[in-house]
């Protein structure tokens, strides 16, 4: 009987202990290699993109930039525009695992985004996880350290 209650005990702790491991760091490419951040600065830096989806904490906003196409230049610029209107910022892929010193081990690498204004476009100015990239698609997201909010973002290419 004892035996029989602790091997449902281990298999309940160990159900439980999967699904705790089971968080949004699953959903994000946490740890990048310097040819996939090369990889990924490449792909954002070769076209013009548009916004596919924008939720800011807790609702939609993509209609916020229908009609503006994103060029992330390779001077880390940042040029917004909708054929009339043109918005300026900044961005970059950055390594934020200040405390490693290797240029071979994997990094936490961020997508950062930059714009002063307007106000919409100062909504994604952040340093964005990277969830997935493909050469047509960025996905990013942002869990807010203050409210618990999170953010996503994806850029998909014209």
Request: include cysteine.
């Amino acid at each position: 009987m004892k035996t029989s209650i602790f091997k449902i005990t281990a298999i309940l702790l160990a159900v439980v202990a999967m699904s705790c491991d089971k968080n949004n760091d699953d959903d994000m490419l946490n740890n990048l290699s310097p040819a996939q951040v090369a990889e990924l600065t490449s792909i954002a830096a070769s076209g013009t993109w548009t916004i596919a989806y924008y939720f800011d904490t807790d609702k939609e906003e993509t209609d916020h930039f229908n009609g503006y196409t994103f060029d992330f230049n390779t001077d880390g610029s940042l040029v917004a525009t909708d054929g009339v209107v043109e918005i300026n910022g900044t961005w970059s892929i950055t390594d934020s695992d200040a405390n490693d010193d290797s240029p071979d081990d994997d990094s936490d690498a961020d997508f950062n985004i930059a714009f002063p204004s307007p106000a919409d476009f100062a909504d994604l100015t952040d340093d964005w996880d990277i969830v997935e990239f493909t050469s047509v698609r960025i996905e990013l997201i942002d869990v807010s350290g203050g409210n618990g909010g999170t953010d996503k973002l994806v850029f998909e290419k014209n």
